[in-house]
């Protein structure tokens, strides 16, 4: 059975830091590429971070770029993502994807607001 567990969301005062995690079971994790995505209060889900998984290559949105960083434990099969510098509009639920060709498995999302 697959699974997606996304953790370490919560509240958070601009400026601050979470690390979100997610772990994963029932599939070859390995072999995915890692992606996190978010959607905030009327708006489309969106690409927040990726790693292909061989090579370590890794893109970010570029609302992000310099402040998250998205990593992987392939022994633990679970992939991170650390959020420095947060600020208001990085509010959304953020939500794990694995992806492999035509294959891709969704988390259940975890809320970060950012608010003072």
């Known amino acids: 059975q697959v699974q997606l567990v996304e953790s370490g969301g919560g509240l958070v005062q601009p400026g601050g830091s979470l690390r979100l995690s997610c772990a994963t079971t029932?599939?070859?994790?390995?072999?995915?590429?890692m992606r996190w995505y978010r959607q905030a209060p009327g708006k489309e889900r969106e690409l927040v971070a990726a790693?292909?998984?061989?090579?370590?290559?890794?893109i970010y949105a570029s609302s992000v770029k310099g402040r998250f960083t998205i990593s992987r434990d392939n022994a633990k099969n679970t992939v991170y993502l650390q959020m420095n510098s947060l600020k208001p509009e990085d509010t959304a639920v953020y939500y794990c994807?694995?992806?492999?060709?035509?294959?891709?498995?969704w988390g259940q999302g975890t809320q970060v607001t950012v608010s003072s």
């Open positions: 790693h292909n998984g061989e090579g370590g290559i890794t």
């Open positions: 029932g599939f070859t994790f390995s072999s995915y590429a």
């Open positions: 994807n694995a992806q492999r060709v035509l294959r891709g498995y």
